[in-house]
Nanobody, 126 residues
Framework: QVQFAESGGGSVQAGGSLRLSCLTS????????MAWFRQAPGKEREGVAA???????RYADSVKGRFTIFQDNTKNTVYLQMDSLKAEDTAMYYC????????????????????WGQGTQVTVSS
């Protein structure tokens, strides 16, 4: 069983930065994709960024050029660096993982991921 410990959320003013961390444990060696999703109040959960075991990455159009996903295998941790934050980035952010080798073009779909963290709240004030 794969488990996550997410951290790094908080409150920040528009234009600021935050870095989210997702420490993985369990059978993490079997994972193909790691990703970050977010869910704002009253909205559906949406994919933000994903990274695979070959370090290929995929981003939602709304965060391209502002967010960066990367990982440190020595620490079993995936990060989401969020810069130039906007009020519309306010949401609960979730770490997710899958053992499936999804094609990069469709990876950022909620149904593609079977392992989920508890989430960390990000609030951006304008």
């Amino acid at each position: 069983q794969v488990q996550f410990a997410e951290s790094g959320g908080g409150s920040v003013q528009a234009g600021g930065s935050l870095r989210l961390s997702c420490l993985t444990s369990g059978y993490s060696f079997s994972l193909s994709w790691m990703a970050w999703f977010r869910q704002a109040p009253g909205k559906e959960r949406e994919g933000v960024a994903a990274i695979d075991s070959n370090l290929s990455t995929r981003y939602a159009d709304s965060v391209k050029g502002r967010f960066t996903i990367f990982q440190d295998n020595t620490k079993n941790t995936v990060y989401l660096q969020m810069d130039s934050l906007k009020a519309e980035d306010t949401a609960m952010y979730y770490c997710a993982a899958t053992t499936q080798k999804w094609w990069i073009g469709i990876v950022l779909r909620e149904t593609n991921f079977e392992y989920w963290g508890q989430g960390t709240q990000v609030t951006v004030s304008s």
